[in-house]
C-alpha cells in the first residue's frame, strides 16, 4: 500500500537524522546533502529532526537516529574521527546499520566502515569492520580525481538482517535519467570490495573504488557508501527521495510516496552526460 504524505492528518510524520561530525567532517560541501534531505521531506510535509552529533556529542542521542549521514574530511580531521568513532560510537553505529537504519556514508565516512585503512607508509588503521572491504593508499599512485558517472546496481527494497524484507517502487527509477548517478571524486586511498560485498554502483565514467574494477562504493542493508561528492543528494534528488522513503519504510511499516520537481536537477544531469559523451 502507498500513501502520500498530505493523506496523513492524524499522524505528523517525523524523521530524525543523526548528523554525524558536522564540523570535521564536511570538507567538500557535503553538508548540501542535508540541506537536499530536510528541503525534499519538508516540501512533503513531513518534519525533519537533526541531531548534530561531534566527538563530545552525548552518544545515547545517535540511537534515536532514523537515518545518518557523515561526510569526507582531510587526513588531519579523519584522524580524530577515527579515533572517536572506535572508542565512544562503534557499537551503537553498527547496531544501528545491521539493524537496518538507512544511511549515506561518503568518501571517509565510507572508508571508516571497512575493516580497515592501509595509509602509503604501510600503517593499519582499523576501522568498524561493518563493510566488507578495505582501503589501501599507495606512494606510488596519484589521487583520483574528477567527474563520475555511475549506473546504481543496488537493491531496490527495505531490508535489515533481522526484519523481513519491504519491498518498494522507488522513484529512483521513475525519470529517463535515474539510471545514472552523477557527481565528483577526489581521493586517495583505493578501496577493495570483499566477497560478500555489494557495490553501490558501476563506473561509467572516473574512477569509483580503486580505478580499476569499475566498482563505485557499497551498499550493505539499508546504508550506502560512496566516493560521489558533488555533493551526490543535490545533483541526484531522485536518489535523496529514495533514501527518505527508505527511512519511512522502516520507520512506519508503510510505503509513502514522496514527490519532488527535481526538472533542474535533470537538465543539469543532462549537461554533464552531454559534456562526458555518456
Known sequence: ????????????????????????????????????????????????????????????????????????????????VNKDLNENKSQVLTRLIKEGTPGLYVCGAYQFLGKYYKDKYGNKIEGLGVFDMHTESFKTKSRLIGNVVTQPLFNIHHVSETNQEVPTDSSLLRSNNSSYLVGFENHGGRTYLGKSATPFAKVIHGYGNNGEDKTEGIQFLNSFGTYMHGPILPSNPEFAIYLLEIALVKKYSKRIEINFDNSIAQKAKLAILSRLNV
Open 1 to 80: 500500500m502507498t500513501i502520500k504524505p498530505s493523506t496523513l492528518t492524524r499522524t505528523k510524520l517525523l524523521l530524525t537524522i543523526a548528523w554525524l561530525y558536522p564540523e570535521l567532517m564536511s570538507t567538500y560541501g557535503d553538508r548540501g546533502n542535508i540541506i537536499v534531505l530536510k528541503k525534499i521531506a519538508n516540501d512533503n510535509g513531513i518534519d525533519i529532526e537533526i541531531l548534530r552529533i561531534d566527538q563530545n556529542a552525548n552518544n545515547s542521542k545517535l540511537k534515536d537516529a532514523d537515518f545518518i549521514f557523515m561526510g569526507g574530511a582531510q587526513d588531519l580531521q579523519q584522524e580524530i
